[in-house]
């Protein structure tokens, strides 16, 4: 595989439910990051890992929690979600910091019910 | 404070036609860097191009091309010749040095029609 890979593609998941997200990148970049994409709202940083070390949390809720093992795989593990936080979820990496163009995954969507 | 502008929300023209998307940034920073993207049906977003702040050239890479003016704090995109393939939603974002962020545009829905 080449590049950045997300699974699931789809994921429908009850409030209760608990679930995560994987992105995997092929790139051998140091950095990876997680955003929202809610409809006609602008892309939201959400978290950040730099050397498998968070360096960014943007106010996201607790109820997203990401986990970063090595510098090649971002989960995000999600539980008692909200209908609201039902979006495309993608994923990115780059070389190094946010000026470094940032490549990124077909994204998860994700529909909470 | 950090911003960036694509103020048309969508266009529609005809396949063949030129089409310029716009990109409206603010920024204190002197040391920056642009980005285009493109995001097709699929959801994935496609890196088309990154500038940096000190580099005004225009780029010219196929049909694509962009006009970057510091003066005006553009990063104009044109799609030369159109195709039905160039549907896609198009991001413009602005990275920052000093303070290490990064913001998308509300990207800009372009309908090419045949």
């Known amino acids: 595989e080449t590049g950045v890979t997300q699974t699931p593609r789809h994921l429908v998941m009850g409030m209760t439910n608990k679930k995560s997200l994987k992105c995997e990148q092929h790139l051998g970049h140091n950095a990876m990051y997680w955003y929202k994409q809610s409809a006609k709202k602008p892309l939201e940083l959400m978290f950040v890992?730099?050397?498998?070390?968070?360096?960014e949390n943007n106010s996201v809720p607790s109820r997203f929690s990401p986990e970063c093992p090595n510098s090649s795989h971002l989960f995000l593990h999600l539980h008692t979600l909200q209908p609201e936080d039902s979006a495309l979820y993608l994923c990115?990496?780059?070389?190094?910091?946010?000026?470094?163009?940032?490549?990124f995954g077909p994204g998860t969507r994700l529909t909470v019910l | 404070a950090q911003k960036v502008t694509q103020a048309q929300t969508e266009i529609s023209v005809v396949e063949k036609e030129d089409v310029t998307l716009d990109c409206v940034y603010e920024?204190?920073?002197?040391?920056?860097?642009l980005f285009w993207y493109k995001q097709p049906p699929s959801g994935e977003l496609v890196f088309l191009i990154r500038?940096?702040?000190?580099?005004?050239q225009n780029e010219i890479s196929g049909r694509y091309s962009w006009n970057f003016q510091k003066s005006t704090s553009s990063f104009n995109f044109t799609i030369t010749a159109s195709q039905v393939v160039d549907s896609a939603v198009y991001f413009c974002a602005l990275s920052e040095v000093r303070d290490d962020k990064i913001i998308f545009g509300k990207g800009t829905r372009l309908h090419i029609l045949p």
């Open positions: 990115a990496s780059s070389i190094g910091g946010k000026t470094d163009t940032q490549y």
């Open positions: 920024t204190r920073d002197t040391t920056y860097y």
């Open positions: 500038r940096n702040s000190f580099d005004e």
């Open positions: 890992y730099n050397f498998k070390e968070q360096t």
